[in-house]
């Protein structure tokens, strides 16, 4: 499967002076999270292909091309025994490690370069939440680890919604916007197991054990939204997945969600104050629920009906998930 | 961070309260109670939002800790604060508006939400 007909709309273009370098033998893939740029070195082509596939802005191309990165990782194949190998990931903060596999090297590096870029954009509000955006506006979905997000936001992009973020709504507190943050969709186990029921699968997506100990299942977005595009936000909605739960949405004042938002951002610290004025803002241009569940295509079908979306036709993951083929651009 | 809200009991004197020590005399306080510069205020909707920048906390009041709140100038005693809600509330006693007024005191000086 090509790049192109994962129907990435955002790939970097190079400025054409260098597209004659594109049939080089790729050495660095470069990773764009809005102002954040992550540069990726290997002697590994087919680890730099799988980054590249798993961020929708990502670019292949030689190292040498790139610009300065905010942050850059080297990636080293050495051979162990008569068939093994090891992937040794440094970085430029010093940090690394070493990694039996590809897929478990992969992992790591998604893991430090969505951290990483969560470091570099705390300029902006930082919240823990799922985000997706349908008619030019932004729909945040805030919740601890475990609450449902990724899955919920991986069904709603499925279902023809815009993806901006699994896990960090990037606001601008000064428009009252989000804007995409488009990183690999990391669902765990037990999300995995939910889309898949609820989605026709026939490949498998990353699967790896990140750093933190978790088992995860890292998926290509599908649809993401235009890079840098803000989106004003519209809705916001507290995911609550509970056994025997019909898919139910209750409103919930604003000062409660104001609260919310405040309690699953990362960075509230570093804006103070003015960050609870931003949230009160934000708020108060919402429409605030509680989205209960436990079906997730039910859940699908009530964000739709809340935004005025044509109910969800299903959908099949095979053409959305991750591809190690060919990724170079067209 | 954490949030929570802060609500007056729905309870009238006689309950236990405040932190599990049963009513009794109101509690010695400054004569005149003052908000911690540290805590931001906002009106959301009608309800008053807290954000403690210092313990990072957020406080959702409903209607009398807001107002209780906004009192909290510099300038009101406790005991003024009872006759503003009173004339506020004339349906209410002043004993219970008395006890609800030190307890949402109380829980503005364990959040550590006033001025010491």
């Known amino acids: ?330 | 961070m954490t949030t929570e809200s802060l609500s007056l009991p729905e309870q009238r004197p006689g309950v236990t309260s405040r932190q599990g020590r049963t009513d009794g005399p109101a509690p010695e306080r400054p004569a005149r109670v003052r908000r911690a510069d540290h805590v931001a205020a906002r009106f959301v909707e009608g309800e008053l939002v807290l954000y403690d920048a210092r313990r990072q906390r957020v406080h959702v009041l409903n209607a009398t800790a807001a107002a209780t709140w906004q009192l909290c100038d510099g300038e009101h005693t406790c005991a003024d604060i009872v006759r503003a809600l009173s004339a506020s509330y004339p349906g209410e006693s002043k004993s219970a508006i008395e006890q609800d007024v030190v307890e949402v005191l109380d829980l503005f000086s364990l959040e550590e939400l006033l001025h010491t």
């Open chain 1, 1 to 330: 499967m090509s790049r192109r007909a994962l129907g990435r709309a955002v790939a970097t273009v190079e400025p054409p002076s260098r597209r004659g370098r594109t049939t080089e033998r790729p050495d660095a893939v470069v990773v764009r999270l809005l102002s954040f740029t992550a540069r990726v070195t290997s002697d590994c082509p087919a680890l730099l292909r799988d980054i590249a596939s798993l961020y929708p802005t990502a670019s292949v191309g030689p190292g040498r091309s790139a610009g300065l990165p905010t942050v850059w990782f080297r990636v080293t194949e050495t051979s162990v025994g008569r068939r093994g190998r090891r992937l040794t990931v440094r970085a430029s903060d010093g940090q690394g490690g070493s990694f039996g596999s590809a897929d478990q090297a992969l992992a790591y590096l998604a893991y430090q370069i969505d951290a990483a870029a969560a470091v570099g954009l705390a300029r902006y509000l930082l919240i823990h939440s799922g985000a997706v955006a349908h008619g030019g506006s932004a729909i945040l979905m805030p919740g601890a680890s475990g609450a449902g997000k990724s899955t919920l936001v991986a069904a709603l992009a499925l279902a023809g919604f815009r993806y901006l973020s699994d896990e960090l709504a990037v606001v601008d507190g000064a428009a009252s916007a989000a804007l995409p943050f488009l990183k690999p969709l990391c669902l765990k186990a037990g999300g995995w197991t939910t889309l898949q029921a609820a989605f026709d699968t026939r490949q498998s997506p990353l699967n790896a054990v990140r750093p933190d100990g978790e088992q995860v299942f890292y998926l290509v977005p599908p649809r993401p939204c235009a890079l840098e595009r803000r989106l004003p936000i519209r809705s916001i909605l507290m995911p609550v997945r509970r056994t025997g739960a019909d898919a139910v949405l209750a409103p919930i004042s604003r000062a409660q969600t104001l609260a919310e938002l405040a309690r699953h951002s990362l960075n509230l610290p570093r804006h103070g104050p003015a960050a609870i004025e931003a949230l009160a803002r934000v708020v108060e241009g919402a429409a605030c629920y509680t989205l209960t569940y436990e079906d997730l295509p039910a859940a699908v079908a009530t964000v739709s009906t809340l935004v005025g979306r044509r109910q969800p036709v299903r959908r099949s993951l095979s053409r959305q998930l991750r591809s190690t083929t060919d990724v170079s651009r067209a």
